[in-house]
């Protein structure tokens, strides 16, 4: 964004608190500290994604967000019934994609207090790291195992449907129910004549991605069975939000998560299509005029794209590699032509904290997917089991589609936070059995039949996977 509207401790001058959303911040809140640990994600769900953003108290300078009020009671809890129970804070252990995270997450930071060196910069940081590494490891501790997954995902069928209410009402009359509350816009946007619904998000492309990521997460909740109406909620709900935002990026990520969902059959050829993508791009390099990635370009599907700056944005981060790569750049305004709207997860991650950041948020995605391959061939033929990690697959792929059109920077960053929490979850009992397996000598309770999946999700706590030789040594002993 401009250096003239990066200005730290600016904004609101005053507490932005609708008496509606104070008493549902409170009830919250009690929850939090009342509730059994496995629903305290329930209500921190519903408050967080039905809450305007806006919303918050300012208090001697602080912009405290009413989010980050429930983050930070969120893990006031965690912190204190760790003292009464003897399960792991993060279930798995620390593995390599929370050590990335924390490395990107901390050298955004760094790279942006580096180049606003003043106490209002540092101040507006602690409220990032309050937004995504807190809220990231709050997330990490509250999902444990399948049944929190199942949980999670019938919040997120409930939220899309009561979310997708008022973006139809938004399209029919003009005015975003959301918006009463105050902290997002109550008109919406209108682009080409075609109405583009926000609800509760800060903008229409984030709006309609949420949902068209969750598809692949409905589509598990149906898979098993057991909540199948819930689930068809969601698909619903999801399906309507993501067409209401009216916006190229949650279309192309919607069929993408769909995409990936139906190639379960060619599940095991998945190394064929992958080099099938590299020789593909390699190709379109050699006979397009233009970079490959001016493909973008020509994709819209809503009337209204925005694929040219995408393209063009893409092609500068390249250019203007001198002006980023050691820990980011201060104005990318100088770069050309509306550069200031960095609207790519990657550009901004790479914009913010430098190569090392960008490198580390790269090694998250690589990381989950390698997981999640890893489990699913290691328990292949288990059907259920493969559907799981197929369906989180699914999910981390059409999260990646939409990080080349948008950058979560509002509440739709906590669905990403969860999804990643749910990876590290349910991947950690079958990569411990193939270390067990591997070093049998080393772990031979842990190679017992005795130990059930939930015994084996709760004794990884004290593995945790090797950044080298992932598929042969996922794990090493974590010292104390």
Same mark, same amino acid.
């Given at each position: 964004m401009p250096p003239e509207n990066y200005k730290f401790g600016g904004g609101l001058s005053d507490t932005v608190l609708h008496p509606i959303v104070l008493m549902a911040m409170l009830i919250a809140i009690l929850l939090i500290f009342l509730l059994p640990r496995k629903y305290i994600v329930v209500p921190l769900l519903f408050f967080v994604f039905l809450v305007p953003r806006g919303q918050e108290l300012y208090v001697g300078g602080v912009h405290l967000l009413v989010s980050r009020i429930l983050t930070i009671a969120g893990g006031l809890r965690m912190m204190a019934g760790k003292h009464l129970s003897k399960k792991p804070l993060l279930a798995g252990g620390f593995n390599s994609v929370d050590r990335a995270f924390i490395l990107c997450s901390l050298f955004q930071v760094l790279g942006v207090i580096s180049h606003f060196f003043q106490s209002q910069a540092i101040i507006n940081?602690?409220?990032?790291? &309050?937004?995504?590494? %807190? @809220?990231? +490891? *709050?997330?990490?501790? !509250?999902?444990?195992?399948?049944?929190?997954?199942?949980? $999670?995902?019938?919040?997120?069928?409930?939220?899309?449907?009561?979310?997708a209410v008022g973006m139809v009402i938004e399209q029919l009359k003009l005015i975003n129910i959301f918006g009463l509350l105050g902290g997002v816009r109550l008109i919406p946007e209108i682009r080409e004549g075609k109405i583009r619904s926000q609800g509760v998000f800060q903008h229409p492309l984030l709006a309609g991605t949420?949902?068209?990521?969750?598809?692949?997460?409905?589509?598990?909740?149906?898979?098993?069975?057991?909540?199948?109406?819930?689930?068809?909620?969601?698909?619903?709900?999801?399906?309507?939000?993501?067409?209401?935002?009216?916006?190229?990026?949650? &279309?192309?990520?919607? %069929? @993408?998560? +769909? *995409?990936?969902?139906? !190639?379960?059959?060619?599940?095991?050829?998945?190394?064929? $299509?992958?080099w099938g993508l590299v020789f593909a791009v390699i190709g379109l390099q050699f006979v397009m005029k233009a970079p490959f990635w001016f493909l973008i370009t020509h994709i819209d599907l809503s009337g209204g794209s925005s694929g040219y700056h995408r393209a063009m944005l893409i092609d500068h981060f390249i250019r203007q590699f001198a002006d980023w790569w050691f820990l980011g750049a201060k104005d990318t305004s100088t770069w050309g032509d509306d550069m200031w709207d960095v609207q790519n997860q990657f550009v901004s991650v790479g914009v913010n904290g430098g190569l090392i950041a960008l490198f580390a948020f790269i090694a998250i995605v690589s990381r989950s997917f390698a997981r999640l391959g890893d489990t699913r061939k290691a328990l292949a033929g288990d059907k259920k089991q493969e559907w799981l990690f197929w369906f989180l697959g699914s999910a981390l792929v059409a999260n990646v589609v939409g990080f080349f059109g948008i950058n979560y920077f509002d509440q739709s960053c906590i669905s990403w936070f969860v999804l990643l929490a749910m990876i590290s979850t349910v991947t950690?009992?079958?990569?411990?059995?193939?270390?067990?397996?591997?070093?049998?000598?080393?772990?031979?309770?842990?190679?017992?039949?005795?130990?059930?999946?939930?015994?084996?999700?709760?004794?990884?706590?004290?593995?945790?996977?090797?950044?080298?030789?992932?598929?042969?040594?996922?794990?090493?002993?974590?010292?104390?």
């Open positions: 940081q602690f409220g990032f790291l &309050l937004d995504v590494l %807190a @809220a990231y +490891l *709050l997330l990490r501790s !509250l999902v444990q195992g399948e049944e929190d997954i199942h949980r $999670v995902v019938k919040c997120f069928a409930f939220l899309t449907a009561i979310i949420f949902s068209a990521t969750l598809l692949p997460l409905f589509c598990l909740l149906w898979k098993n069975g057991k909540a199948k109406f819930i689930a068809a909620i969601g698909m619903v709900g999801a399906t309507i939000m993501t067409v209401t935002a009216w916006s190229s990026t949650p &279309l192309l990520t919607y %069929a @993408a998560g +769909l *995409l990936c969902v139906l !190639l379960w059959p060619i599940r095991t050829k998945l190394r064929l $299509v992958r950690a009992p079958p990569l411990l059995e193939i270390q067990a397996v591997a070093e049998p000598a080393a772990s031979p309770s842990l190679n017992s039949s005795r130990w059930t999946w939930s015994q084996r999700l709760a004794g990884s706590a004290r593995i945790t996977d090797s950044p080298d030789n992932y598929s042969t040594n996922l794990f090493k002993s974590h010292p104390r």
